[in-house]
């Protein structure tokens, strides 16, 4: 059964940094394209950023310039490092491997996630 356990979330101040991480079983990180989305409070998942094989990227037009995504094939590991946090990115953030750099997630299953919450 595929896994995914993301972690790093926390508590920031608006223009602040957090890094994000995302474990899956087995090599899943090392052969799809991935991704990382995110959900508010009552609002749908979105994908947030998305990385290949290849080092392609694909970003919200909310997170451009802000987020960076990454990926490690040899520890099986992806990151997202977020600057100069706002409020809106207050959300839980889940990763997924990805059919494509615009989604849709691969796999049904989702992990726990990683809360973020950024005050203004």
């Known amino acids: 059964q595929v896994q995914f356990v993301e972690s790093g979330g926390g508590l920031k101040q608006s223009g602040g940094s957090l890094r994000l991480s995302c474990a899956a079983s087995?090599?899943?990180?090392?052969?799809?394209?991935m991704g990382w989305y995110r959900q508010a409070p009552g609002k749908q998942r979105e994908l947030v950023a998305a990385?290949?094989?290849?080092?392609?990227?694909n970003y919200a037009d909310s997170v451009k310039g802000r987020f960076t995504i990454s990926r490690d094939n040899v520890k099986n590991t992806m990151s997202l490092q977020m600057n100069s946090l706002k409020p809106e990115d207050t959300a839980v953030y889940y990763c997924n491997a990805l059919k494509s750099l615009w989604g849709p997630p691969r796999y049904d299953y989702w992990g726990q996630g990683t809360q973020v919450t950024v005050s203004s």
């Open positions: 990385i290949a094989n290849s080092g392609n990227t």
């Open positions: 087995g090599s899943i990180i090392s052969i799809y394209v």
